[in-house]
């Protein structure tokens, strides 16, 4: 028997001009709006157990800020902790936001959204209502590409440049599958949850955006009558928007960034279109399901961290000095090649007196046959590949940047090979592979 209910709500959570903008090894401060940032909550409950979907459009939000966030909205509430489920969407125009700033418009976020956190929360499960679920997989084609590339020199390089001739081919494969799951309150509205993985770093610029999951949103909201659309990103580690191959028309309305990265506002509209065609190729033929229990559970794991050997912290005391001094121009590097290095030589700056690990919190909520599993940083795709396989599941929802934000999980091959997110991630090889077997095992114990 369906015991399910659902709620939504959502509040606006756009900044004060002037806030440091999340997203790159360079300086940017808001300087305007091209679109709303919002925050939205789904709350579901059955029986007893309530849990609690939030999507915040924010590049990534620290481990200290969520658990402050979660918190809150426990307390005020009444929903556990082990049930909130705080996710970023990694847009890479949205602000700054640390749990210890002390920069005076960074604290006057952190405390408006202390409190919009925790009412539009409470909004959210003021809105349940009796709804059935239904899932469906729908696809979003030629939007998504690897951005890891073998070079014909047999390095490997992130982002190196719309048709550079030095490129041999990209190091994996896409998922263009676009996960959706269908809430239909009685007497109330459609609930849409969407999970795909891609960056949305396709705006550029200091100026405040959602990026393409606000059009997303927008989109799917315009195209189905009495809907309301919550979007949660994937395994988007080495994944982004960047097509290095472009043909016909596919630069329209882009230009050349200051990282070879081609970026664009109407390219964002475009992804969001594109990501709603499989939204739309799954929605009215979404497989209901009766839903019976509601579970949420959270596994810490340790992982070893990569800190640096001593021969290789002078390089990199002398490289993270220069780019603090805002003198990169003395670095023989462009592009990503130049956001490499530095991010390289920051990573090994602050692991030089340690910690030998970290603690990694995985949350997974289960409603039904469907299970998210949230990751606190930027997996790769072979992660959320990897994860989705986990027997047991009529679907599984991986997503990043989930109660916390502790950079990149790159495969083991990409430690081997080399590349931005290898070299930068605080994490030792194996990281991946770990988080794949104690997911699996978190979400056997959902079961």
Not at 393 to 399: F, G, Q, R, S
Request: aromatic letters at 8%; one cysteine or more; proline letters at 5%.
């Amino acid at each position: 028997m369906n015991r399910l209910q659902a709620g939504f709500a959502r509040g606006n959570i756009t900044p004060r001009m002037g806030i440091f903008v999340r997203g790159y090894y360079k300086p940017r401060y808001a300087d305007g709006v091209l679109d709303e940032l919002e925050l939205n909550a789904l709350a579901l409950a059955c029986d007893n157990s309530k849990v609690l979907l939030i999507s915040i459009d924010h590049c990534g939000l620290d481990k200290d800020t969520c658990t402050a966030y979660r918190k809150h909205i426990s307390e005020k509430t009444g929903v556990p902790m082990e049930c909130v489920f705080l996710s970023s969407t990694h847009t890479h125009t949205g602000p700054q936001l640390l749990y210890t700033s002390t920069d005076p418009l960074e604290k006057e976020y952190f405390q408006f959204l202390y409190g919009r956190m925790a009412d539009v929360a409470q909004f959210a499960l003021d809105d349940l209502k009796p709804a059935r679920m239904g899932y469906g997989v729908g696809t979003a084609s030629n939007i998504s590409f690897i951005r890891r590339f073998r070079m014909k020199d047999g390095s490997v390089r992130t982002n190196p440049g719309v048709d550079n001739p030095d490129i041999l081919h990209p190091i994996g494969n896409v998922d263009e599958r676009v996960n959706v799951l269908r809430f239909d309150q009685e007497n109330g509205n459609s609930l849409v949850l969407v999970n795909f993985g891609n960056h949305p770093d396709t705006v550029g610029g200091s100026k405040i955006s959602a990026d393409w999951p606000g059009f997303l949103r927008k989109t799917v909201e315009k195209t189905l009558d009495n809907t309301r659309c919550i979007f949660f990103n994937g395994a988007q580690g080495d994944v982004n928007h960047v097509n290095v191959h472009p043909r016909g028309g596919y630069l329209n309305d882009m230009f050349m960034d200051f990282d070879d990265v081609s970026r664009g506002y109407k390219h964002a509209q475009y992804i969001g279109r594109v990501v709603t065609a499989g939204v739309l190729q799954a929605y009215d033929k979404v497989q209901y399901t009766d839903v019976e229990t509601l579970q949420g559970l959270q596994r810490t794991i340790s992982i070893p961290s990569n800190m640096p050997s001593p021969e290789e912290l002078p390089e990199a005391h002398r490289i993270n000095d220069l780019h603090n001094a805002g003198r990169d121009y003395e670095l023989p590097y462009k592009g990503m090649q130049l956001t490499t290095i530095v991010a390289q030589a920051a990573r090994m700056v602050q692991l030089e007196h340690g910690p030998n690990s970290f603690d990694m919190d995985l949350i997974g909520i289960s409603i039904g046959p469907i299970s998210l599993i949230g990751i606190p940083g930027e997996p790769f795709n072979g992660i959320g590949l990897g994860l989705k396989e986990a027997p047991g599941w009529d679907l599984v929802l991986p997503c990043c940047l989930t109660n916390g934000n502790q950079g990149y999980f790159p495969m083991q091959d990409a430690y081997d090979e080399g590349g931005y997110e290898a070299k930068s991630s605080v994490f030792k090889a194996g990281v991946a592979e770990l988080i794949i077997q104690e997911g699996i095992a978190l979400l056997d114990a959902l079961h």
